[in-house]
């Protein structure tokens, strides 16, 4: 057997354990938006009106993998930064609240209950682990469904309470005015969130798809044993992007 027929048996090995190990793993990069709100569930009695609701602007960066078990079957798993994260403007009552109030030249805080106007901004900043079963349903859709797991870098709470009065610890406990006040739960949001992920995406061209995601966080975003408000929210947001298949 020659040099030239043993480098040519070679050069055959690695194509065909190159081709195997390339129908066995796909690795993704994805971009895209995350649109939704960090929301309770159900909307409380206390939330009388939404006047106005705005996303904001959230975005996403991921990189994974997905393991084929088979033809149509696989798992998939990676690593995503994101944002999630909304505005809103509603009409209240009774709703459990901790303000920072000025009554002449004192400022202090109120825990109570408030009536009137509020605003709310909500921006976290996490780092998540999804952990998928990936079906294939035809040559161009496959469907993922499975836990994720989230890191939170950063939080955001905070907001506006004007237009109204808050009545100290209950509704029926002492009424104080407020015109603007503000309060601000940054702190107070916890540093780990998890829920489940579905989503399907197609495959526009060889190695570019488009995807949506539906994530739903299972637990409250407040620590435990936060009270400043009376409900649980929820992180519940579609995620819309593109991704580069190798």
């Known amino acids: 057997m020659n040099v030239k027929r043993i480098a040519g048996l070679a050069l055959a090995l690695l194509i065909a354990v190159a081709g195997s190990a390339q129908k066995k793993y796909e690795y993704?990069?994805?971009?895209?938006?995350?649109?939704?709100?960090?929301?309770?569930?159900?909307?409380?009695?206390?939330?009388?009106?939404?006047?106005?609701?705005?996303?904001?602007?959230?975005?996403?960066?991921?990189?994974?993998?997905?393991?084929?078990?088979?033809?149509?079957?696989?798992?998939?798993?990676?690593?995503?930064?994101?944002?999630?994260?909304?505005?809103?403007?509603?009409?209240?009552?009774?709703?459990?609240?901790?303000?920072?109030?000025?009554?002449?030249?004192?400022?202090?805080?109120?825990?109570?209950?408030?009536?009137?106007?509020?605003?709310?901004?909500?921006?976290?900043?996490?780092?998540?682990?999804?952990?998928?079963?990936?079906?294939?349903?035809?040559?161009?859709?496959?469907?993922?469904?499975?836990?994720?797991?989230?890191?939170?870098?950063?939080?955001?709470f905070n907001g506006s309470a004007y237009d109204g009065y808050i009545r100290d610890q209950n509704p029926v406990g002492n009424k104080v005015g407020v015109e603007t006040s503000t309060y601000d739960f940054s702190d107070d949001i916890t540093g780990f969130d998890w829920g489940g992920e579905f989503g399907a995406e197609w495959k526009a061209y060889s190695h570019l798809s488009v995807y949506g995601d539906l994530t739903w966080s299972a637990k409250s975003i407040f620590k435990k044993g936060f009270r400043s408000i009376g409900f649980n929210m929820y992180n519940i947001y579609l995620n819309l992007g593109f991704a580069y298949v190798f």
């Open 28 to 156: 993704r990069v994805k971009a895209g938006f995350n649109v939704g709100g960090t929301s309770p569930l159900p909307i409380p009695a206390e939330i009388r009106k939404i006047k106005s609701f705005s996303p904001t602007m959230n975005f996403s960066i991921e990189g994974n993998v997905i393991r084929h078990l088979d033809e149509k079957w696989g798992v998939m798993t990676g690593l995503r930064f994101e944002t999630k994260g909304m505005s809103t403007h509603a009409r209240v009552k009774n709703y459990s609240l901790v303000i920072d109030v000025s009554q002449g030249d004192e400022t202090g805080t109120i825990e109570g209950v408030f009536t009137g106007d509020v605003k709310t901004e909500v921006k976290n900043e996490y780092i998540t682990l999804p952990l998928l079963a990936a079906r294939r349903v035809s040559e161009r859709w496959f469907l993922k469904a499975g836990p994720y797991f989230s890191y939170l870098i950063k939080g955001g």
